[in-house]
């Protein structure tokens, strides 16, 4: 069963435009992931974030936290055609003594020049 | 670092044939997982390794699958009677020691097609 959903399925917009996409999961995590997978090519880490964190940056990327409602949103500023891929967020599952995670079903992001 | 490789890329095969993947991981790293996606769909999680013991196996996993990973280095994920419904893409990832948040690196996956 897939832990996080990602909201919106699908995202289009103009390069140079910002792209906020959600994540929501439903139980307790140790910490929370996003991904990005370009067409028919492995997935690519891109930020983690723990439960004890609230926002986190790497770049143009930019990801926030909020365990009070289970949901995490990334924000991908100043977008490039390059970034059109499918996004996907990961929980792992706290109080378990592996690190498995369940990614939900993604977002697919398209970047139009 | 050579990174993730996963072998074959595609395979096609009829109904009923047995077919068997190979992923090689980070040299150094001594968890292994494997992922079955399907399209429109994020990665399933299917079964894991530490070093060379498995040490979960999904639900998904079904009797007709098998995984194994002999001397901690190497795996290979092997399906029997191969079903239509088992076309996917499957994908093999590892990490440096599995702790919480320790990142999976992705191979590029194996894309089964079941005739």
């Known amino acids: 069963s897939q832990q996080g959903e990602e909201d919106p399925q699908a995202l289009s917009i103009q390069e140079g435009e910002n792209a906020t996409m959600n994540c929501s999961y439903k139980t307790s995590i140790n910490n929370l992931q996003w991904y990005r997978q370009n067409s028919g090519r492995g997935l690519v880490h891109l930020i983690l974030i723990r439960s004890n964190e609230r926002e986190k940056h790497s770049g143009r990327l930019r990801v926030t936290l909020d365990t009070s409602k289970k949901s995490s949103s990334l924000l991908i500023t100043a977008s490039r055609a390059a970034d059109t891929a499918s996004y996907f967020c990961?929980?792992?599952?706290?109080?378990?003594?592996?690190?498995?995670?369940?990614f939900g079903p993604g977002t697919s992001l398209s970047v139009i020049p | 670092d050579t990174g993730v490789s996963q072998n074959p890329r595609h395979k096609i095969t009829k109904r009923g044939q047995n077919v068997t993947f190979r992923c090689d991981p980070i040299?150094?790293?001594?968890?292994l997982y494997w992922y079955r996606q399907t399209l429109g769909q994020g990665p399933e999680f299917l079964t894991y390794?530490?070093?060379?013991?498995?040490?979960?196996k999904s639900r998904l996993l079904s009797d007709r699958f098998s995984a194994e990973r002999p001397k901690g280095s190497f795996s290979t994920l092997e399906i029997q009677r191969t079903e239509q419904g088992d076309s996917a893409m499957y994908l093999c990832?590892?990490?440096?020691?599995?702790?919480?948040?320790?990142?999976?690196?992705f191979g590029p996956g194996t894309r089964l097609t079941v005739l």
């Open positions: 040299s150094e790293h001594n968890r």
């Open positions: 990832a590892s990490s440096l020691t599995g702790g919480s948040g320790d990142t999976q690196y």
């Open positions: 390794f530490q070093n060379e013991a498995q040490l979960e």
């Open positions: 990961a929980t792992d599952a706290a109080g378990t003594s592996y690190d498995k995670v369940i």
